[in-house]
């Protein structure tokens, strides 16, 4: 069966949403190099969200091709660790806080191994990566604008903030082309 593509955009046929309903809309005009580069993590976050709204448990957790654990759902559970590790871990400097949901060295696809066709495991993603983004923006709010060149000790290396923050852009970016192909092959809906 193929499913066939669509958009609910109508101004922009290429767009996910309309401007006027498109909540990135209003993470425009930055001021300074902290805001710029929060609002693009912010910007993909909302892609992430909307790139998953509106689907079910087995359609979150459906894998895209095969032998690949990647899911939608994989990826919010991905994604929430990836802020656990570089916000709390890295730059709060709590290394040994337990990792989300057993990722480890001898398990290290347990975020996508784990994103099964369950309400619960979903409403579990969603309220681990939740609670990782509001965590990580309390941190931003405290940083201040000449804060980005300070640097973070990870293990032998030492890292700028700013190096942590446009890594989460990277990861987020990649991420979310990922979730435009899984999520086009779940109903056929398109756009950026």
């Given at each position: 069966?193929?499913?066939?593509?669509?958009?609910?955009a109508?101004?922009?046929?290429?767009?996910?949403?309309?401007?006027?309903?498109?909540?990135?809309e209003?993470?425009?005009?930055?001021?300074?190099?902290?805001?710029?580069?929060?609002?693009?993590?912010?910007?993909?976050?909302?892609?992430?969200?909307?790139?998953?709204?509106?689907?079910?448990?087995?359609q979150?957790?459906?894998?895209?091709?095969?032998p690949s654990?990647?899911?939608?759902?994989?990826?919010?559970?991905?994604?929430?660790?990836?802020?656990?590790?570089?916000?709390?871990r890295?730059?709060?400097?709590?290394?040994?806080?337990?990792?989300?949901?057993?990722?480890?060295?001898?398990?290290p696809?347990?975020?996508?191994d784990?994103?099964?066709?369950?309400?619960?495991?979903?409403?579990?993603?969603w309220?681990?990566?939740?609670?990782?983004?509001?965590?990580?923006?309390?941190?931003?709010e405290?940083?201040?604008?000449?804060g980005?060149?300070?640097?973070?000790?990870?293990?032998?290396e030492q890292?700028?903030?700013?190096?942590?923050?446009?890594?989460?852009?990277?990861?987020?970016?990649?991420?979310?082309g990922?979730?435009d192909?899984?999520?086009e092959?779940?109903?056929?809906?398109v756009?950026?």
């Open positions: 069966m193929t499913t066939e593509r669509w958009t609910s109508t101004v922009y046929p290429d767009m996910w949403a309309d401007p006027d309903d498109d909540p990135r209003a993470l425009s005009d930055p001021v300074g190099e902290k805001e710029t580069l929060w609002n693009y993590l912010k910007h993909y976050r909302l892609t992430l969200e909307m790139k998953c709204d509106g689907l079910d448990a087995e979150l957790a459906r894998r895209s091709v095969p654990t990647m899911s939608l759902l994989g990826l919010v559970r991905h994604l929430a660790h990836v802020e656990q590790t570089w916000f709390q890295v730059l709060q400097e709590q290394p040994d806080l337990p990792k989300l949901f057993g990722k480890s060295p001898e398990n696809d347990a975020d996508f784990g994103a099964v066709a369950d309400p619960a495991v979903v409403e579990d993603a309220e681990n990566w939740r609670r990782e983004v509001r965590d990580a923006d309390t941190w931003m405290t940083l201040p604008e000449d980005l060149g300070a640097t973070v000790t990870r293990g032998d890292i700028p903030v700013r190096d942590v923050l446009v890594h989460m852009i990277e990861e987020y970016s990649r991420h979310v990922h979730a192909l899984l999520r092959c779940v109903d056929g809906r756009g950026q």
